[in-house]
């Protein structure tokens, strides 16, 4: 069974329904990041700036180096990825990451976008809907 690590934003509420439609598909689905919450990153910032620390310091302060472990392992054991939009910087340089480390990865549009961007060419491809972006995993990663 192949995993995929599903990349997107705390904010996104597809995330748990597209990684149950791709469950069901038979794949190991990695979205364990997404229960911290919506407002995780804007509770870690305020702790940090409440203690004094700008970003770079927080950075380099424990919780940020656990849940950058955290995801980072994920990644590291998963067989591919996918990216559901929108999502913001992290996604991307998540979804950068595996594809650099030689990773298939998907992107999931809420549909045509507004602004086309050449370098989702890195993708291994682009889809429209989570009925496309299943039915062309199973074909190719099951």
């Known amino acids: 069974m192949k995993t995929i690590y599903l990349i997107g934003s705390l904010r996104n509420a597809e995330i748990p329904r597209v990684a149950a439609y791709l469950r069901e598909a038979g794949f190991d689905v990695f979205d364990d990041w997404h229960a911290a919450g919506p407002e995780a990153d804007d509770y870690w910032q305020a702790y940090e700036k409440s203690r004094g620390h700008d970003f770079p310091a927080a950075l380099r302060g424990y919780a940020a180096a656990n849940v950058f472990a955290f995801d980072h392992r994920h990644l590291e054991r998963s067989d591919l990825v996918v990216l559901v939009l929108p999502a ?55």
């Open 88 to 142: 913001g910087r992290s996604g991307h340089l998540e979804f950068g990451y595996a594809v650099g480390r030689g990773k298939p990865g998907y992107i999931l549009l809420e549909g045509e976008p507004d602004r086309f961007d050449v370098m989702y060419k890195f993708a291994t491809d682009v889809f429209f809907t989570k009925e496309k972006l299943r039915d062309t995993l199973t074909a190719n990663h099951s």
